[in-house]
């Protein structure tokens, strides 16, 4: 058994591309390895700013050897009358480099065919992946990448080495004008440059004798260490952020942490734009005083250590400052205007084509903000109708434009320091929520509103569009949309239906954008019922009872991830297989005939009067118990009429050729089935 060691040194790899990439890296050798029969036992991929590194352990020193069965044409066209090979039979045998006599004839079902038993595998390991790494490297993914000199070889940088061993043993080929050998280089300042590396199991030693730590494990303990050690040097608390801290992880090499402080002045700054400032521009955590308060100080990591390392600190400080400067000179000049003069800037920034300008989308949001407050809060209509106006108002101001990730903060400071009320300021902050998969939800009802109307409005505007995602492709994030409204209305149990939120999205849509608003409205309820599924399966439901609850109707989200609870208990009784069995029946016999009517002087049996018997008591409870959404209950009523549903189609014949006592006893199933699908079809339930 040998180790492979596969290491691609570049310039600088953006930090974001980094993590994605050994990913990726892996996921294709492994597919690669397997399919030239090499098993391996173990497969690792890391990276740095400037590597890629794969190590596979466990691989064979020759491939495995298999056997491939390949089919061939019909007998009957291979040979002729004589029994002799035709050019399709020899052209066959010739196409795999065989000779005729090693083919051989197989009887399947739908005849006589050739076929052969081609050996595959056998080679020496080396030069197998002499041929297939310089293939493995050209197809990792990057979302952009670079071509350099002369050379057709895209990657996310330009590529400066391949450092190729099977164990001691040099693989040797090329990727563009890069051959592959066994040196490396190691960091860029601190060490000799060229690093030897003599095998897989010395790399990692070798390149930290050069000052690299290879290892992202190695850099992140490293990374989490200095800053304990900081905390407990200095008494202070350093605010987690596990999205920088990696970050900053595949910026170095060797990182070296270095804490610093800026003017006590800049605190009068919202904290939120000092954190902005710090991590977006430099990449340095920020850092709370032993009380809990924003200190003047900072965490930063350099890839560089030196004996002068104060110097290293005063940079980091002369940069933040500058940076700083720039940030209370904005803040101030945006403050000598009110957030509707920024509003009515609006007007200049195109939307999108088709939905015309910013102004436009905040005239839509706002009235579809107005029309959910009239169900969710009509007492806060007039400040949901304030915070929609003034909700985009921030993006014409200096500060977004210098800070694009403050858009919704600044709107927040601006409102507040002009003397706008706190729930509406919050709401013009808030109404992004959720951004993200697992992100904090608008705090209150006027947030809520506004929340709802400016997504509804993207969604319906670019589904008018024929913007639609599909498969992986969502390029206006619309998928996020929506799951952000199904969130909110699930989390905040806020009672408004589905349907009623699209009509006032597509309400609002331009003059001449819609040609067929009914079939718009089916495409995104169907759309919303994509996300709804995938939120409730999310949270435990399983598939096949979300798919059962939601053909029964989702205009209440809350209401409809109760029925889901109380039907996914109830699938766990015994009795709910032969439950569904029976409404399964019901539900196929009265397909198409929607009348639910009965006529108590046509019935002739007994099990039919005790079946209407049985139905009118049920109704009569679960009315009561679907009134307070006691779903469990509901279901255990429903439950207990199917002993007399068996006997009904045991004791009689429904399809009888009467047409008046025929469509009486599909009346009387058609009623039985539609206590069911007050809460789900059951016919969607699958058991095992």
């Not at 940088?157 to 164990?167: E, G, H, N, Q, W």
């Not at 990692?204 to 494990?217: D, G, I, Q, R």
């Not at 006997?647 to 039985?672: H, P, S, Y």
Request: a negative charge; glycine letters at 6%; hydrophobic letters at 40%.
């Amino acid at each position: 058994m040998a180790k492979l060691l596969l290491e691609i040194g570049s310039e600088e790899i953006p930090a974001s591309y980094v993590p994605s990439a050994a990913e990726k890296l892996k996921e294709k050798a492994g597919r690669l390895l397997e399919k030239r029969f090499l098993p391996y036992k173990e497969l690792r991929t890391f990276g740095s700013p400037r590597r890629l590194v794969l190590i596979a352990d466990g691989i064979p020193d020759v491939q495995e050897k298999r056997t491939r069965k390949v089919s061939g044409p019909p007998a009957k066209v291979a040979f002729d009358k004589d029994g002799s090979p035709t050019g399709a039979g020899l052209g066959f045998a010739r196409k795999f480099g065989k000779d005729f006599s090693e083919v051989q004839v197989e009887t399947t079902p739908k005849g006589d065919y050739l076929y052969l038993l081609l050996e595959e595998g056998g080679g020496k390991t080396g030069r197998v992946l002499e041929e297939l790494l310089p293939r493995l490297i050209e197809e990792i993914p990057f979302s952009k990448t670079m071509r350099w000199g002369n050379g057709t070889t895209h990657f996310a940088r330009p590529m400066r080495s391949i450092v190729a061993l099977l164990d001691s043993e040099i693989l040797n080929f090329r990727v563009g004008s890069v051959a592959s050998g066994n040196m490396t280089f190691g960091h860029r300042f601190l060490s000799n440059g060229k690093v030897a590396i003599e095998s897989p199991d010395s790399y990692e030693e070798t390149l930290h004798k050069a000052f690299v730590m290879a290892s992202p494990a190695e850099r992140e303990t490293v990374i989490a260490d200095a800053c304990i050690k900081i905390e407990e040097e200095y008494g202070v608390q350093v605010i987690p952020d596990a999205e920088l801290m990696e970050e900053i992880c595949y910026l170095t090499e060797y990182p070296v942490a270095v804490f610093g402080g800026f003017d006590r002045n800049f605190l009068e700054l919202p904290r939120e734009l000092l954190i902005t400032v710090m991590k977006h521009h430099q990449k340095y955590l920020a850092v709370e005083d032993g009380d809990g308060r924003f200190a003047n100080s900072f965490v930063a990591f350099s890839n560089i250590w030196t004996r002068d390392m104060p110097e290293i600190r005063k940079g980091f400080e002369r940069v933040l400052s500058a940076r700083l400067s720039d940030a209370r000179f904005f803040f101030d000049e945006d403050r000598k205007h009110k957030l509707s003069e920024f509003a009515a800037k609006l007007s200049g920034i195109t939307y999108q084509k088709g939905l015309g300008t910013i102004a436009d989308k905040t005239a839509r949001v706002s009235a579809i903000a107005a029309t959910v407050a009239e169900t969710l809060c009509p007492d806060k209509k007039q400040q949901v109708v304030l915070a929609s106006n003034l909700a985009k108002a921030d993006l014409t101001t200096s500060m977004v434009y210098e800070f694009p990730e403050l858009q919704g903060v600044m709107g927040r400071e601006y409102a507040l320091a002009e003397g706008i009320s706190e729930p509406v300021a919050k709401a013009i902050d808030e109404h992004y929520l959720p951004r993200f998969s697992g992100d904090a939800l608008p705090s209150n009802d006027i947030a809520v509103c506004v929340a709802i109307a400016d997504k509804i409005e993207t969604v319906c505007g670019f589904f008018a569009l024929g913007k639609i995602p599909t498969g992986s492709e969502d390029p206006f994030s619309l998928r996020r949309h929506a799951l952000g409204i199904v969130r909110i209305l699930l989390e905040h149990g806020k009672e408004i239906p589905i349907s009623a939120i699209i009509d006032a999205g597509i309400e609002q849509l331009p003059d001449g954008i819609v040609d067929d608003s009914a079939n718009l409205k089916n495409e995104i309820l169907s759309f919303f019922e994509g996300r709804i599924k995938a939120e409730f399966t999310a949270l435990g439901m399983p598939y096949d009872v979300v798919d059962a609850v939601l053909a029964a109707g989702f205009e209440f989200l809350s209401d409809t991830l109760k029925r889901c609870e109380a039907l996914a208990e109830m699938k766990k009784e015994d009795y709910s297989k032969n439950l569904s069995i029976t409404f399964k029946r019901a539900a196929h016999i009265v397909k198409g005939h929607d009348s639910a009517e009965v006529d108590e002087r046509l019935l002739e049996d007994e099990v039919e009067k005790k079946l209407l018997d049985a139905v009118k008591g049920c109704e009569a409870k679960v009315a009561p118990l679907l009134e307070r959404d006691d779903y469990p209950a509901a279901l255990i009523e429903i439950a207990k009429i199917r002993n007399d549903v068996d006997n009904f189609f045991d004791g009689v014949m429904v399809m009888t050729d009467d047409a008046k006592i025929r469509n009486n006893r599909l009346g009387l199933l058609r009623r039985v089935t539609k206590l069911f699908e007050k809460l789900a079809d059951f016919s969607k339930l699958v058991f095992a």
